[in-house]
């Protein structure tokens, strides 16, 4: 059963570039959750294909006094100042991001809520799932282990995962870094999970990272420039920025990921170096 009147706003954020074939049924996931009220804010980054008409008509249909939806459009800028526009227009007190090609579980938001309500943490995170679009499942990734240490590792947690405290975004100004092109997910999720007083596992896989035939995020790594240094300027910023706040082993978490950064681009460009060399030779 939906409980609506005493609940929290929750605000979902769904970046759309060309997603016709995939946003009605990640829409679909938002209006099969077990909580209410929620406010999903859907930004439309500047979408060539049918999105728009669809996400129109599923609001249209869909919209009530427990379940808004708010599309907004913008040129094509990148799926980081699509996020960043949708915190400045949120107005819940938490914000769960997702992807418009993924979905999440029924229980998931309601899970979370009621997990950071007892709890009083800033952030909850659960399990995923890869999913083929044919609807078979293909591995499980769990998150019940140190998330700063897998950070710290180089590693990331998967966008959708967590329920994150809005208070805690707004205050410390943690905004999606819109100059980068690629894993903008590790630099976000490094500042969050750093600045978070606590975070809360949540055990269940919510999430469904679904693999399809259509153009996906991670395909476009292989042809784009790893940006070492405006990752590098990121961290750096952030460590400076929230030096008075961020306890000695967080900081410390922060230097590892940034002298990891170096050593990658190093290593990056000795590669080239030498690959020059070759062909010269």
């Known amino acids: 059963m939906i409980e609506k009147n005493i609940n929290p706003l929750v605000t979902v954020i769904i970046p759309?570039?060309?997603?016709?074939?995939?946003?009605?049924?990640?829409?679909?996931?938002?209006k099969k959750q077990l909580y209410r009220p929620i406010e999903l804010i859907v930004v439309d980054d500047g979408s060539s294909?049918?999105?728009?008409?669809?996400?129109?008509?599923?609001?249209?249909?869909?919209?009530?006094?427990y379940l808004s939806l708010l599309y907004k459009y913008q040129d094509n800028a990148g799926a980081p100042k699509a996020r960043n526009e949708g915190i400045i227009l949120s107005h819940g007190e938490y914000i769960q991001f997702l992807d418009s090609d993924d979905t999440i579980t029924p229980e998931k938001i309601k899970e979370q809520?009621?997990?950071?309500?007892?709890?009083?943490?800033?952030?909850?995170?659960c399990d995923?799932?890869?999913?083929?679009e044919s609807g078979l499942p293909s591995k499980i990734i769990k998150n019940d282990y140190d998330l700063?240490?897998?950070?710290?590792?180089?590693?990331?947690?998967?966008?959708?995962?967590?329920?994150?405290?809005?208070?805690?975004?707004?205050?410390?100004?943690?905004?999606?870094?819109?100059?980068?092109?690629?894993?903008?997910?590790?630099?976000?999720f490094i500042k969050v999970i750093c600045i978070c007083d606590t975070y809360?596992?949540?055990?269940?896989?919510?999430?469904?990272?679904i693999i399809h035939s259509g153009e996906q995020i991670s395909d476009k790594y292989a042809i784009?420039?790893?940006?070492?240094?405006?990752?590098?300027?990121?961290?750096?910023?952030?460590l400076y920025n929230q030096r008075t706040k961020l306890s000695v082993r967080r900081k410390k978490i922060?230097?590892?990921?940034?002298?990891?950064?170096?050593?990658?681009?190093?290593?990056?460009?000795?590669?080239?170096?030498?690959?020059?060399k070759k062909r010269i030779a």
Not at 128 to 132: A, D, F, G, S, V
């Open 16 to 30: 759309v570039y060309n997603r016709a074939l995939t946003i009605e049924k990640t829409l679909d996931s938002i």
């Open 49 to 65: 294909d049918e999105s728009m008409e669809i996400i129109e008509r599923w609001s249209r249909n869909n919209n009530d006094e």
């Open 113 to 125: 809520v009621t997990v950071l309500k007892k709890s009083n943490a800033d952030m909850a995170v």
């Open 128 to 132: 995923y799932i890869y999913i083929y």
């Open 148 to 188: 700063r240490g897998k950070i710290a590792s180089g590693h990331s947690i998967y966008t959708s995962t967590p329920l994150i405290s809005r208070k805690i975004i707004l205050n410390n100004c943690i905004y999606w870094n819109e100059k980068l092109k690629r894993n903008q997910d590790i630099d976000y």
């Open 200 to 209: 809360i596992y949540t055990p269940g896989v919510w999430c469904n990272y």
């Open 224 to 238: 784009t420039a790893p940006q070492f240094i405006t990752k590098i300027v990121s961290l750096t910023l952030f």
């Open 254 to 276: 922060l230097v590892v990921c940034i002298v990891r950064i170096l050593i990658n681009m190093m290593g990056y460009w000795s590669k080239k170096y030498l690959k020059k």
